[in-house]
């Protein structure tokens, strides 16, 4: 399912680009976001918002969240959580510097804050923006790239291509949106519109942009969701302690009967069936045979801490309600601040458990039967909610801190436990796919200017009958659009010692040059 809208005006289409919530499938996933924070559940009906495949009526995760806390320098706790959205941490919009929130301009702007675009409506921009009479598509038209500073916004919001380097979004400048995938949907929340009635946590006083992207292909992409999250810092407050979590409830088909796991080489966490058959029961379609395993892999920063609790245990072992409760689980301690020990269920009065402090709970492989996982241990199948924590690091105002992830899913194995396996390695494919696309480094997808000069490339004869040659000072990669938005070729990793020589047929071509710095935009003409 997805939101369509009739060509009418681009005024019209400043009321009706956004809503509340957005369904991701560009892929073989379908991944239900909402601009509250909670993502791949549908709240309105209580259910699970997460299926593989998209088409089936079967789901693996049913919730999940970001949880954000830090101590400021008088050792005072904050904190913004969700589990459920039974109570709100987040809130709809970016961060407004004179409080605007309930200001009819930024409930007109930002009270339904999910933007989605897709790369066939950039690149048909990109071919298009010059031609007498364009009028951009609402996913470009509307992309927040600039903030309304009247209402305490900051100028610049959600990260776009600026071609021309004027600091303004401008679509009919060729301006477009700076996302990642073949479909991206861009979240703004921020966490100090009202009380935080989910942790009754003090607010952080920050900004947080999620970008979840997918890739349409026939690989490990084709069931992955990446997760872009920028934490910023909008406040006075300086925070020396400071920790992000992703909370994920993963239930494989029915929840009754799964596992969860965690990689740290891997910087992983996950969820499996317990045994190789997955019944359908209490209203959930179950996978069957061979059911999949989804998990989650940091690829930017090391995940830190990674544990489990339950709906059903007794306290402290079962969900946290309270924002000093979050901060232990999300200090590898349980819910009273009793840390996590090794073997058992994670405490030392459990079965199999000891009194050896741990930061990972069943961090052993089931497969193998080496080290401590629930198969080991031989536990009882239920549901299973998780966390996984990344790197503590420090926000000042005014800085941002950045995290990607992705969720995984594999069912290349032929039993359950085979599926684990075969989710770790696809942890590796997704890590490596990462390394690799250096454009798209975390840090990198920034909300500023691009600061590449357009002079630093010389491309001639421009027109051309065929022959181009480029020249530059910096290093860049090149991708060559045709008229229509259609990637033709790509040139990675260029020289600034090099000239290029191409051989293109006739027509109107776009070289988009990509540096460390940012992305410019040339048209290239080649004549008869």
């Given at each position: 399912m997805k939101i369509y809208f009739t060509l009418l005006s681009l005024l019209a289409f400043q009321c009706f680009s956004q809503d509340s919530t957005y369904i991701l499938d560009h892929n073989s996933v379908a991944a239900r976001l909402m601009d509250n924070g909670m993502l791949f559940q549908n709240v309105s009906s209580g259910t699970a918002a997460y299926s593989v495949p998209k088409d089936s009526l079967t789901t693996v995760i049913f919730s999940?969240?970001?949880?954000?806390?830090?101590?400021?320098?008088?050792?005072?706790?904050?904190?913004?959580?969700?589990?459920?959205?039974?109570?709100?941490?987040?809130?709809?919009?970016?961060?407004?510097?004179?409080?605007?929130?309930?200001?009819?301009?930024?409930?007109?702007?930002?009270?339904?804050?999910?933007?989605?675009?897709?790369?066939?409506?950039?690149?048909?921009?990109?071919?298009?923006?010059?031609?007498?009479?364009?009028?951009?598509?609402?996913?470009?038209?509307?992309?927040?790239g600039n903030g309304d500073v009247s209402l305490g916004v900051v100028s610049n919001?959600?990260?776009?291509?600026?071609?021309?380097?004027?600091?303004?979004?401008?679509?009919?400048?060729?301006?477009?949106?700076?996302v990642r995938g073949d479909e991206a949907a861009y979240i703004i929340l921020n966490d100090s519109k009202g009380i935080h009635t989910e942790t009754n946590g003090e607010p952080l006083g920050i900004e947080v942009h999620i970008m979840a992207s997918q890739y349409a292909?026939?690989?490990?992409?084709?069931?992955?969701?990446?997760?872009?999250?920028?934490?910023?810092?909008?406040?006075?407050?300086?925070?020396?302690?400071?920790?992000?979590?992703?909370?994920?409830?993963?239930?494989?088909?029915?929840?009754?009967?799964?596992?969860?796991?965690?990689?740290?080489?891997?910087?992983?966490?996950?969820?499996?069936?317990?045994?190789?058959?997955?019944?359908?029961?209490?209203?959930?379609?179950?996978?069957?045979?061979?059911?999949?395993?989804?998990?989650?892999?940091?690829?930017?920063?090391?995940?830190?801490?990674?544990?489990?609790?339950?709906?059903?245990?007794n306290f402290p072992y079962s969900d946290p309600q309270t924002a000093s409760?979050?901060?232990?689980?999300?200090?590898?301690?349980?819910?009273?601040?009793?840390?996590w020990t090794y073997g058992g269920l994670g405490y030392p009065s459990s079965t199999g458990g000891s009194n050896s402090p741990t930061n990972f709970m069943f961090d052993g492989n089931p497969l193998t039967g080496v080290a401590w996982s629930e198969v080991t241990n031989n536990n009882p199948m239920g549901d299973r909610r998780g966390i996984m924590v990344m790197q503590t690091t420090s926000i000042f105002p005014d800085e941002m801190s950045c995290y990607d992830m992705a969720v995984i899913y594999s069912r290349s194995g032929g039993t359950n436990l085979q599926n684990v396996q075969s989710l770790m390695e696809t942890a590796d494919s997704v890590k490596q796919f990462y390394i690799d696309q250096v454009t798209y480094n975390c840090n990198q997808v920034t909300a500023e200017t691009k600061e590449i000069i357009e002079n630093d490339f010389s491309i001639y004869p421009n027109p051309s009958t065929g022959n181009v040659f480029i020249e530059s000072p910096i290093d860049y990669d090149l991708s060559i659009?045709?008229?229509?938005?259609?990637?033709?070729?790509?040139?990675?990793?260029?020289?600034?010692?090099?000239?290029?020589?191409?051989?293109?047929?006739?027509?109107?071509?776009?070289?988009?040059?990509e540096t460390i710095t940012g992305k410019i935009t040339r048209k290239v003409i080649i004549t008869d």
């Open positions: 999940s969240s970001i949880w954000i806390g830090a101590t400021d320098l008088q050792g005072n706790l904050h904190m913004a959580a969700l589990r459920y959205a039974s109570g709100e941490d987040f809130f709809s919009g970016p961060y407004s510097t004179n409080n605007s929130y309930n200001d009819s301009l930024y409930l007109q702007k930002y009270d339904q804050s999910i933007w989605a675009v897709t790369r066939a409506e950039i690149n048909f921009h990109m071919a298009n923006y010059w031609t007498p009479g364009y009028v951009p598509v609402p996913s470009i038209a509307n992309w927040p919001l959600a990260p776009f291509v600026d071609m021309n380097s004027d600091n303004i979004n401008n679509p009919l400048d060729g301006d477009y949106p700076d292909s026939t690989d490990f992409l084709d069931s992955t969701t990446f997760l872009n999250i920028r934490v910023f810092n909008r406040g006075v407050q300086l925070y020396s302690n400071v920790k992000f979590g992703l909370f994920m409830d993963g239930d494989i088909g029915n929840y009754a009967d799964d596992y969860f796991g965690c990689a740290p080489n891997k910087d992983m966490m996950y969820f499996y069936n317990g045994d190789m058959n997955d019944e359908s029961d209490g209203g959930k379609v179950g996978y069957g045979l061979n059911p999949p395993a989804v998990g989650v892999v940091s690829l930017s920063k090391p995940m830190t801490a990674s544990g489990f609790f339950t709906s059903t245990g409760q979050y901060w232990n689980f999300m200090s590898a301690q349980w819910a009273n601040g009793s840390p659009y045709d008229f229509h938005g259609r990637l033709i070729q790509a040139v990675s990793n260029q020289s600034f010692e090099k000239s290029v020589e191409l051989n293109l047929t006739q027509g109107v071509y776009l070289f988009e040059f």
